[in-house]
């Protein structure tokens, strides 16, 4: 879900920035920079640019939130991965134990097999005194 989110945010944001920003009521040759870093143009781009410099401020809003929305799901993907390492780690010490615990059960019956022989042994060397 997330994902289509960003692709239709992604889409959106990539159409609306296909516009021109100049569109045909402005000649963007009348435009002269002055001495002191200011622009001097005529009255038809007047409110264009106006609007370029409203619709750049929306812009950078939305870049900021779009990244912002990347850095979020790049951390819930790396907790994603860390959980997935951490399950592994554990699901392969667990089978260790479990093996081991098998291992030291075997030797456990052979051992109590062992004393019970033992056991009988000194029980049956008893009668016989």
């Not at 007047?46 to 750049?56: A, M």
Request: proline share 1%.
């Amino acid at each position: 879900m997330a994902r289509q989110t960003k692709q239709v945010l992604a889409i959106a944001l990539a159409l609306s920035m296909a516009t021109p920003a100049y569109a045909g009521e402005c000649d963007t040759s009348t435009i002269k920079k002055n001495a002191d870093g200011t622009y001097t143009y005529t009255k038809d781009c007047h409110t264009r640019v106006g609007e370029v410099v409203e619709e750049l401020e929306l812009r950078k809003e939305q870049v900021q939130k779009l990244n912002l929305s990347v850095d979020y799901y790049k951390k819930a993907y790396d907790i994603q991965s860390d959980r997935a390492e951490n399950w592994m780690k554990t699901s392969i010490e667990l089978d260790r134990e479990l093996q081991r615990q098998k291992k030291f059960s075997d030797f456990q019956k052979v051992l109590y097999f062992g004393l019970g022989v033992l056991v009988m042994y000194g029980a049956t060397q008893a009668a016989r005194q």
